[in-house]
Nanobody, 115 residues
Framework: QVQPVESGGGLVQPGGSLRLSCAAS????????MGWYRQAPGKRELVATI??????SYIDSVKGRFTISRDNVRNTVHLQMNSLKPEDTAVYYC??????????WGQGTQVTVSS
């Protein structure tokens, strides 16, 4: 599996917005649901998922604030994050959903929400 490449993180004030992007290989992207994950100190958690047909799902804490989307031509997946909160601070990763033990993980992109 080719390593995904995440981008778009940064430092933002509470209530602000960021848009994350992830470039994946065609072989990874084309036949898999994709997910955005995040890791603060502790374990990694799945935040949002989008199937190959565009069906989305979110964890409760981000519903109504985050929107996941995918571009099946460019093999990219995005996460629009609005109304950010300090508890959204984490390193964000994308990968297939589910992500098996043999999956390759990218470097992630740091999101810091702080005043």
């Amino acid at each position: 599996q080719v390593q995904p490449v995440e981008s778009g993180g940064g430092l933002v004030q509470p209530g602000g917005s960021l848009r994350l992007s992830c470039a994946a290989s065609r072989s990874t992207f084309s036949s898999n649901a994709m997910g955005w994950y995040r890791q603060a100190p502790g374990k990694r958690e799945l935040v949002a998922t989008i199937t190959t047909r565009g069906v989305t799902s979110y964890i409760d804490s981000v519903k109504g604030r985050f929107t996941i989307s995918r571009d099946n031509v460019r093999n990219t997946v995005h996460l629009q994050m609005n109304s950010l909160k300090p508890e959204d601070t984490a390193v964000y990763y994308c990968n297939t959903e589910p992500a098996g033990p043999s999956n390759t993980w990218g470097q992630g992109t740091q999101v810091t929400v702080s005043s």
